[in-house]
């Protein structure tokens, strides 16, 4: 499998005239290598895959990353880069500027400059993550079980919430329900926002009580096997406010247009105008802000974005999220949020929670 990932990485290497790249990013590391560790270089060329790592994951590394050679570095990493691409006969080496910092982007400079004048860093940008944008089938299991656990807290989450609590106490219930049903540690921080703080898309649970007659929007997700999932649902405790129940039916119909007509071969724009389109019509878009979803996988948000702008075109084995909102400062929210996968040319839900908001 993961020969098949080296294989593909090699491909893209050639098309851009490089005869190696070096990788840091944790999730394209582990992707390509299967090392778990926090820290770690891969150097990837036609005929040669190393990781190098310190004392700390040496004997990690020799387990998870058979296929690579390990390197154990003593003292500064980028010596014994410098050094391995040299002894290489390396000239032409890639790297992810969006990952490795200035300084450490100038030391290297430095150290092969001082090997050999004629060896060059070329920026890359997602090279690894192109490729990790189309799931495997072992991948997708893993995604769609990850989905099944998020359900599984939410229910659990609707069953036992009440006005009284606060969004702090959901948000424990939530992830403990994560963990207590085989969840890794959580993709991302879980958000609870009842009422104003939910037309916060990005807000942190906090005291405020939750009460009767308003919104509280949550957004969690699960992992498995390092998969990640995402679901957002809006609920109310009782019967809510007009203006928020006309609002939650604006998204609830953008996101089912969605769902029903994106088709493999458009683009992320297109398809982010399938919602949008319907948020503008009610006259609410500019109170539609974020893009209409994000690719999951290893990362909670990586390719193909489904945004205005993303020229990333679908592709059947992809999977990403579909979650259009409104959000109205002062009075509320409404997100509603599905992992989905593209199969067979069409959308396929993956997380199944209900989508009834008064409970």
């Known amino acids: 499998m993961r020969s098949a990932r080296l294989e593909k990485l090699r491909q893209k290497l050639e098309k851009q005239e490089l005869e190696a790249i070096l990788i840091s990013q944790s999730e394209n590391r582990r992707y390509l290598s299967g090392f778990t560790g926090s820290a770690g270089w891969l150097l990837i060329s036609s005929d040669h895959a190393y990781l190098t790592v310190d004392f700390r994951y040496v004997e990690q590394a020799k387990k998870e990353a058979p296929e690579f050679d390990i390197i154990h570095v003593r003292g500064n ?14 000239k032409s080496i890639g790297f992810e500027f969006n990952e490795i910092s200035v300084a450490t982007y100038h030391q290297l400079c430095d ?6 004048d004629k060896i060059k860093l070329v920026p890359t940008n997602n090279l690894v993550e192109s490729i990790r944008a189309v799931k495997e089938i072992a991948e997708l299991e893993f995604i769609a079980k990850a989905s099944g656990l998020a359900d599984s807290a939410l229910e659990y989450v609707i069953s036992i919430i009440h006005p009284g609590v606060t969004e702090k106490d959901i948000a424990w219930e939530l992830e403990k329900s994560l963990r207590e049903k085989g969840s ?3 993709p991302f921080d879980i958000i609870v926002a009842s009422g104003p703080n939910s037309a916060l898309p990005h807000a942190r649970p906090s005291e405020r009580v939750i009460s009767l007659n308003e919104p509280v929007l949550i957004d969690l997700g699960a992992k498995l096997n390092g998969y990640c999932s995402d679901l957002s649902r809006t609920l109310c405790l009782g019967k809510g406010n007009e ?13 089912l247009s969605a769902l029903a007509m994106i088709r493999a071969g458009i683009s992320g724009e297109q398809a982010d105008q399938l919602s949008r389109i319907i948020i503008e019509q009610a006259d609410y878009g500019a109170a539609f802000g974020h893009g209409l979803g994000h690719g999951v996988g290893l990362a909670p948000h990586e390719l193909p974005r489904v945004s205005p702008n993303s020229s990333d075109i679908l592709l059947d084995g992809m999977v990403f999220t579909i979650e259009p909102g409104i959000y109205i400062p002062g009075l509320g929210g409404v997100r509603i949020e599905d992992t989905v996968i593209l199969e067979a040319g069409k959308l396929k839900t993956l997380t199944q929670a209900s989508k009834t908001a008064n409970i």
């Open 184 to 186: 890794e540690p959580i």
């Open 243 to 255: 203006t928020l129940s006309k609002v939650y039916d604006i998204v609830l119909g953008a996101q």
């Open 77 to 90: 990493v980028a010596d014994r880069l410098s050094e391995l691409i040299s002894d290489l006969g390396l």
């Open 111 to 116: 150290k092969l400059a001082n090997r050999n």
